[in-house]
């Protein structure tokens, strides 16, 4: 029961982590502004992305909101299958989802504009991102993680179901 708690607890976090710093970058920074944060490795740089992730579907807005829409109500009929069960499936979907949420509040509030001020110096053709991005990337890698598991353990136990099958003809 912890983890799950933990789960929620971290997903508001980041949540929160993800607002402040966007509303800080925007009061403190000019558009398109960039500071060393870690030098030769990371820089604040401000933006606005209209688009998804890569810029995709940039100016699209109502069909970003419609995807993300989606999106949050499968998270929500996963947690409802499964997450309830497993820790792992409850950590990555709470992660997507307050992550999609950190982005859907800019998309309404922000006129379709996402902030994004994070950038990779060492990576100069990676995107900027934020916090946001951040735990959608971490909660999806642990989705894949989640079912990478499942399907091996799937075959485990068809496995060993034959191998009884088997025992048991002979």
Request: charged share 15%; glycine share 8%.
């Amino acid at each position: 029961m912890i983890s799950y708690i933990l789960a929620v607890v971290c997903g508001i976090a980041v949540l929160c982590a993800d607002q402040y710093t966007k509303a800080y970058i925007a009061a403190n920074y000019t558009l398109a502004e960039s500071h060393d944060f870690l030098k030769g490795f990371i820089d604040i740089t401000y933006i606005h992305n209209r688009g998804g992730a890569w810029g995709m579907l940039s100016g699209y807005t109502w069909v970003l909101l419609s995807v993300t829409i989606v999106i949050m109500l499968v998270c929500i009929a996963m947690l409802l299958k499964v997450g309830l069960k497993n820790k792992l499936m409850f950590w990555a979907v709470t992660l997507v989802m307050f992550g999609g949420i950190g982005n859907l509040i800019d998309r309404i509030f922000r006129d379709g504009n996402v902030i994004d001020f994070l950038h990779f110096t060492f990576m100069p053709n990676f995107p900027v991102f934020n916090i946001a991005d951040c735990a959608i990337v971490v909660g999806a890698g642990l989705l894949i993680l989640y079912f990478i598991i499942e399907t091996v353990n799937d075959r485990r136990r068809k496995k060993h179901i034959s191998a009884a099958e088997n025992s048991d003809n002979a």
